[in-house]
């Protein structure tokens, strides 16, 4: 049997591409070094003209990447690499400059540059080599840094407004969380690129200006070397210094025209749906007038006397044959195109992932009438926007609930001024505004009363009237507590959103939160998820907690209780009532007044009668009480509750541990809005005040 590879030990094939992208840190820390090197030790001829072909080789890749990206941030690594670019190219230039004034000779590459291309020409060679140092200096590398100079203004400029898009984008339910976040950190790059490319358009402004100074040095310190040491005639001297130093220059200048060349390819890319070129001819070649027109100045030319008629002859033929095909696409007959049309919405109706995206429900919505659009619309005056996002920020502080995107809709089939507030695509509760009036409730201490328009207060049905607002003063002078129509409407959202927020809560929404802890507390967290409890698990418990409005914002502390207590029972009721007794001094804080719990409580003879009555099966454990029974109790609630109220203080019922579970299934839906606690959940430091006594 073989002995194994290496590649089948580590159980993944090896490729060249897989190894330079594992090692790449590597690979460029050396080759830094190395140029820096190269700058100081002499370079063999041929080592040089392998290097000189290299540098050709990274300045192709660098300008056909250029032209083939989408947008600037495709390349953004770009400003490093022309940094690394430059700093190679005046290390070959410094080991060319060395070769060339010791040895007289800088390698065949640089050689055949000053041979081949000038003709062997010094003088040809020299003003090629200024001329591309004056396309490159002035034309293109100026160009290139004002441009990056204007771009790096204008995006950090832009940069509030864009994120103000966003949020409001965001708000509106027009893109996810995700989605905007990864917008926020595309502005950010941006501004970071276009700053970057500012200060890097400098190395090539910088590059020229070496590559001219260079020339110089070689030229008149090889004339004297060639005359002083090397015993050349003075012509001798000249002619082989000069070719060599125009060599040098040309095959340095060609890889730094096609870098800046590429530099302002990407600085000067605006908004691009593709490529360089797809955007030249998508936006050149669409028009076909413009070729006709062409055609018929270039045929003018062509006769007219004493210019060459044949290029203009067959240019303006080209251009014609151009318009005539644009022409053709765009010429279809009514009928054609309707029937396209027809075709295409068929086709696109009856695709699987349009159908498919009927599908989806929006966690929470709010439709509003026409009436009420100027409440979103900002450029009226609208700060509903932010208010939804202060309500979201407020509930995680007070529930510890991520509320997800409220996606807002105006719906012209409602009344013009009313709402509807939809959760999973159901309707869960309705108000009517009145956009230039304010809402006045009485307090209970009123001292005239005012004339206005009868209305029910949304969040917590309290009777109220819509007033002018010129009426506002006088009826806060009155006693009324006076509101306007936007934070009516924001107030009733947030205590829809507090009485649902158990339906809010899923197990998507339940693995987020027990994600963000991991990041703190990773040991928590592995020791319950998923060895003890399931997300679905300790999603019920969260939202047994939040049905009674028990915040879950400190995760830890819950997750504690449940690692402690689910070894012995996996029902999410009784992990509730320990993850309760847990945050006593929370619950406590929300009831207690002072240092004074007033309250009702159970007489021991019917919590006796409740403990006896439990049933216990697979699927939990119910309440089995009679008819009669049940029906003495919830009267016996009422009539305390009522003599709790005309006292003023909130409807709160302190039981036994043991009992607290499973009155709470007998009154809640008898009772709503009933605080019902325990013993356990009460800091020992509080007084309690009994004010009465249920009993049946």
């Not at 003088?123 to 004056?134: A, H, P, R, S």
């Not at 099966?617 to 029974?629: F, N, Q, R």
Request: aromatic share 6%; with cysteine; hydrophobic share 45%.
């Amino acid at each position: 049997m073989p002995a194994p590879t290496p590649d089948e030990l580590l159980g993944e094939p090896r490729t060249l591409g897989s190894l330079i992208q594992k090692y790449s840190d590597i690979i460029i820390a050396v080759t830094l070094v190395m140029i820096v090197i190269m700058m100081i030790i002499p370079l063999p001829t041929a080592l040089l003209d392998l290097l000189i072909c290299l540098n050709i080789t990274i300045a192709l890749i660098v300008i056909m990447s250029a032209i083939y990206n989408e947008e600037a941030l495709d390349l953004a690594v770009f400003p490093s690499l022309l940094l690394v670019t430059t700093l190679f190219r005046l290390a070959l230039n410094i080991s060319a400059t060395r070769l060339i004034l010791i040895n007289a000779d800088a390698g065949e590459v640089i050689t055949a540059f000053g041979n081949f291309v000038v003709g062997g020409n010094p003088v040809v060679g020299f003003i090629m080599f200024i001329i591309l140092v004056i396309i490159n200096f002035i034309v293109i590398t100026k160009g290139s840094e004002r441009v990056a100079e204007v771009s790096a203004r204008f995006t950090l400029d832009a940069m509030p407004g864009k994120q103000m898009a966003i949020d409001a984008d965001l708000n509106q339910g027009t893109i996810t969380d995700d989605e905007a976040k990864a917008r926020r950190e595309k502005i950010q790059r941006e501004a970071d690129f276009f700053g970057a490319m500012d200060g890097a358009s400098k190395f090539v402004k910088g590059d020229a200006i070496a590559a001219i100074i260079i020339m110089l040095i070689n030229i008149g310190g090889g004339f004297v070397i060639g005359m002083a040491q090397k015993d050349m005639a003075a012509i001798e001297a000249l002619q082989t210094y000069t070719l060599l130093t125009v060599g040098e220059g040309l095959v340095s200048q060609i890889p730094a025209l096609l870098i800046s060349t590429a530099t302002g390819i990407i600085v000067t890319r605006a908004a691009s749906e593709g490529n360089l070129g797809n955007d030249i001819v998508k936006q050149l070649f669409h028009n076909e007038r413009i070729f006709f027109i062409n055609t018929g100045v270039l045929l003018v030319l062509a006769i007219v006397p004493g210019l060459p008629g044949i290029p203009f002859f067959a240019l303006a033929c080209v251009c014609a044959i151009i318009g005539y095909n644009l022409y053709k696409k765009t010429v279809v007959t009514p009928e054609s195109a309707e029937e396209q049309q027809h075709v295409k919405e068929k086709t696109e109706a009856t695709r699987p992932e349009n159908i498919i995206s009927l599908l989806q429900v929006d966690p929470m919505e709010l439709e509003i009438g026409y009436s009420l659009i100027p409440l979103v619309d900002t450029g009226q005056g609208g700060d509903l926007l932010d208010r939804i996002v202060m309500i979201r920020r407020q509930l995680a502080l007070d529930l510890g609930l991520v509320v997800p995107t409220i996606r807002i809709r105006d719906n012209i089939q409602i009344k013009p001024n009313s709402y509807i507030i939809k959760l999973k695509g159901m309707e869960i509760a309705r108000g009517e505004l009145i956009l230039d009036h304010f809402l006045a409730m009485n307090s209970g201490t009123v001292f005239e009363e005012m004339q206005g328009i009868e209305t029910i207060e949304p969040a917590f049905g309290l009777p109220a009237l819509w007033i002018p607002e010129s009426d506002r003063e006088r009826a806060e002078l009155n006693g009324y507590t006076v509101v306007d129509a936007v934070s009516v409407l924001a107030t009733h959202l947030t205590e829809i959103i507090k009485q649902h927020a158990s339906e809010i809560l899923g197990r998507q929404e339940t693995q987020n939160l027990v994600d963000n802890l991991a990041k703190s507390n990773q040991g928590l967290v592995d020791e319950v998820v998923p060895e003890l409890l399931g997300i679905g698990e300790i999603q019920k418990v969260l939202a047994n907690l939040l049905n009674e409005r028990i915040s879950i914002r400190d995760m830890a502390t819950i997750m504690e209780v449940l690692a402690d207590y689910a070894r012995a029972t996996k029902d999410p009721e009784i992990l509730t009532e320990y993850v309760r007794h847990a945050m006593g001094r929370q619950i406590t804080h929300q009831v207690v007044q002072g240092n004074m719990l007033p309250c009702i409580t159970l007489d021991p003879a019917l919590e006796n009668r409740i403990v006896g009555a439990v049933q216990r099966t697979d699927h939990g454990s119910y309440v089995s009480l009679d008819p009669d029974s049940m029906r003495r109790m919830i009267t016996s609630v009422n009539h305390e509750l009522e003599k709790l109220a005309n006292q003023g203080y909130p409807p709160v019922v302190l039981t036994s541990p043991a009992v607290r579970l499973y009155f709470r299934k007998l009154v809640e839906r008898s009772v709503p809005g009933l605080t019902i606690v325990s013993h356990a959940e009460i800091d020992q430091s509080v007084e309690i005040q009994i004010l009465g006594v249920v009993r049946i």
